[in-house]
């Protein structure tokens, strides 16, 4: 399935490849040629690219939320390195054919084409969203406000289209509007459904609202929702939300949190860590405030569990998705292990639940606390005579015939699945939920 994904993307870059050789007689060659394929290249990624993030569900079961924000960033970073080589060769082709410098050519084109203003307007609001994601940038950012910048992708193609119509003479063709056309029309109608209609439809019909709100460490509390037919909405043990609560300003700065209780129909429950302006205004909520919904997302569900023994590994808040699928995996009586990483004994959390779970079910409960052994370790500092795949090895022996489920910050996290294929599981047996944005 995933081959297909990267196949259908050859495929839409090879047509228009094609359509752009069939246009070559009818306009400009030479550097202003090569100009233009690669602005329909970019374009082209660019509409993938929203496609991908679209949140349409067959997408999301069929390939995971991890592996479509990992295109989604290939394809958005491909897309504008694309964009700059167009303008660059633009610029110098058009000036080469006036005959006048590149400087005084940007002018003329400012002036003379309308459309042109709107160009540099889809390329300033790229130019935003490309730096705000770049991983340095972004980690200074608070989530919210690279969300909100995050949504200018938008803008840069709205922007792009006039830009795109008046002067491109690689869509005049009656081949070439129609396959133009008819991807637009589905990056368009994607992102109404499927991001905005969808989500605005299930807010509307469940009607989630605050029940209670309950402290289960320092700085971490738990929120329990009550709303209409929630025996209807289609949430899983393991997925997460996106959150937006009526509370007051910024009620449309949204929030992924996971469920942190396996759905029963009357209620559901999350748990949220005090990080950021978002996560701590949920501390605050009082019952009875609206909750609006996008979701549910992820793939670490019990639909991906094969059957036989479980080992999941946590990393502070990664816990909640994992306390849920505890609740839920239909593994046999001590058949699970649960590796629960805390900086300090206050953090952990969920001691009664996970008492029950150890007396009712025989889930081993293994907490590792104290600061971290390395950045490149998953192991706390008293753990430094081990290896990261001996120390997994010693707390599940036979992890290898073991679905394991890891969720945490993606250090944390990438060295705990670097140490489970050393010690021989198979990568359909690795489950992660990404605890970073």
Not at 272 to 282: E, L, N
Request: glycine share 8%.
């Amino acid at each position: 399935m995933r081959r297909a994904g990267r196949w259908a993307a050859a495929l839409s870059l090879l047509i228009v490849t094609v359509l752009w050789i069939a246009g070559l007689g009818h306009a400009p060659t030479g550097i202003a040629a090569a100009g233009r394929l690669v602005a329909l290249w970019s374009a082209d990624l660019l509409l993938i690219q929203v496609v991908l993030m679209a949140r349409i569900p067959w997408l999301e079961r069929s390939f995971g939320q991890d592996t479509l924000a990992r295109w989604h960033r290939l394809t958005g970073f491909s897309s504008f390195f694309l964009l700059v080589a167009h303008v660059v060769l633009a610029l110098i082709g058009s000036a080469e054919r006036a005959g006048t410098g590149v400087l005084r050519q940007v002018w003329e084109l400012l002036t003379a084409y309308q459309s042109m203003v709107f160009a540099w307007l889809s390329l300033f609001a790229f130019v935003l969203v490309v730096v705000t994601s770049v991983r340095k940038v972004r980690r200074r950012l608070r989530y919210e406000s690279w969300h909100l910048l995050h949504l200018y992708a938008y803008l840069g193609v709205l922007f792009a289209l006039p830009h795109e119509i008046g002067l491109g003479h690689d869509f005049r063709s009656p081949a070439a509007r129609g396959y133009w056309w008819t991807l637009y029309a589905v990056a368009t109608a994607s992102t109404l459904i499927f991001r905005i209609g969808l989500p605005v439809w299930r807010t509307l019909r469940h009607r989630l609202t605050v029940d209670t709100v309950v402290t289960e460490a320092p700085g971490l509390v738990s929120v329990y929702l009550r709303g209409r037919r929630l025996d209807r909405l289609p949430a899983r043990a393991g997925q997460y939300f996106v959150w937006r609560f009526a509370d007051g300003p910024g009620v449309l700065r949204g929030n992924p949190f996971s469920l942190s209780g396996r759905p029963d129909g009357d209620r559901l429950r999350i748990t949220v860590k005090s990080v950021g302006d978002g996560s701590a205004r949920v501390a605050t909520l009082r019952p009875g405030t609206r909750a609006l919904i996008e979701g549910p997302y992820g793939r670490m569900t019990a639909a991906n569990y094969s059957g036989g023994p479980v080992t999941m590994l946590a990393c502070g808040i990664g816990v909640t998705p994992l306390l849920a699928l505890l609740w839920d995996l239909p593994y046999g009586q001590g058949k699970a292990t649960l590796v629960y990483r805390t900086r300090h004994p206050h953090d952990l959390a969920f001691l009664r639940e996970l008492q029950w779970l150890a007396r009712e079910r025989g889930v081993r409960v293994v907490p590792l606390v104290g600061p971290r052994l390395s950045d490149t370790s998953w192991l706390p500092a008293e753990y430094a005579d081990y290896s990261d795949a001996e120390a997994l090895r010693q707390l599940s022996p036979d992890i290898a015939d073991h679905d394991v489920y890891v969720c945490g910050p993606d250090p944390w996290t990438d060295a705990v699945l670097k140490a489970a294929r050393q010690l021989g599981v198979p990568p359909g047996r690795l489950h992660r939920e990404r605890f970073a944005w």
